[in-house]
């Protein structure tokens, strides 16, 4: 495991764990993301299956920029070192857009670490910045449009969630650490070790997915063997956010090919 860097290890009280068992799948949310973009999937499963998810050290904190994460590896590290702290067994590894690469990053350099992987709009081919044009001080209307990319049903977009992004975005410096996020994502390119993952393995996409559209997700079908792929109609770039109850579905149905895989 590589050495974490100040600033980027994974505050436990900030840990979503429902359920209980022996299986455990562990959800990797994405750059704008919180553990409960995960819950109504968690809430599904957790009478079957024990259900983590943390928040990963890119929130908005102080000193961000100064000591957070320079490269995905930064960030597979803290997640590996939460699977230790945590005592979890072999997990299930799902993961949207940036979380989908720190969970391919982890499969890549401990193949044996995790049981299975799901995959939802994941960087790591091919994906538009979800902040593209963001500088200092945007607007409430740019704020809203760049939610608008991210999901579908613009009856999300709701006046407080456009708020707290907001609030998010007018700090500079938080604003400078997601830029350098975002270029880490950018550069950590897996396409050519796709074919290493040799593990059950499900795809679960928006068909209307503007940040990493469709091709994507069939481009990362066709390069890990045995893959399977779902779409989900009406649905942009967080799925399991966006429509929780047929993402939690294809999920369900999944899982007992990860644990009955020993």
């Known amino acids: 495991m590589s050495p974490r860097r100040a600033g980027s290890r994974i505050d436990l009280s900030q840990v979503v764990d429902l359920g209980e068992g ?106 538009r910045s979800p902040i593209r044009g963001l500088r200092a001080k945007p607007s409430k209307s740019f704020v809203r449009s760049t939610i608008a990319g991210i999901l579908y049903d613009d009856s999300k977009v709701s006046e407080p969630l456009v708020d707290h992004w907001h609030g998010m975005l007018t700090d500079r410096d938080y604003v400078r650490f997601l830029l350098r996020v975002s270029r880490a994502t950018r550069d950590r390119c897996v396409e050519d070790e796709l074919s290493q993952l040799q593990l059950p393995t499900m795809i679960i996409w928006g068909r209307e997915d503007e940040i990493t559209p469709p091709a994507t997700g069939e481009e990362f079908q066709r390069r890990i063997a045995g893959s399977r792929l ?8 967080a799925p399991n956010w966006e429509r929780p109850e047929e993402f939690a579905q294809l999920l369900d149905a999944f899982l007992p090919e990860c644990f009955a895989a020993v």
């Open 230 to 237: 779902s779409f989900i109609e009406n649905c942009g770039h």
């Open 22 to 127: 022996p299986d455990t799948i562990l959800f990797l949310h994405g750059l704008f993301g919180t553990p409960d973009h995960w819950l109504e999937v968690m809430e599904s499963l957790a009478d079957r299956y024990r259900v983590i998810a943390p928040q990963l050290p890119i929130d908005p904190q102080p000193g961000r920029r100064r000591n957070g994460m320079q490269s995905i590896s930064d960030l597979s590290s803290s997640v590996e070192q939460l699977i230790d702290d945590l005592a979890l067994d072999n997990p299930v590894l799902c993961g949207n857009s940036l979380g989908g690469l720190v969970a391919i990053d982890i499969c890549i350099k401990q193949p044996d670490l995790p049981r299975g992987l799901v995959l939802a709009g994941s960087a790591g081919l091919f994906e």
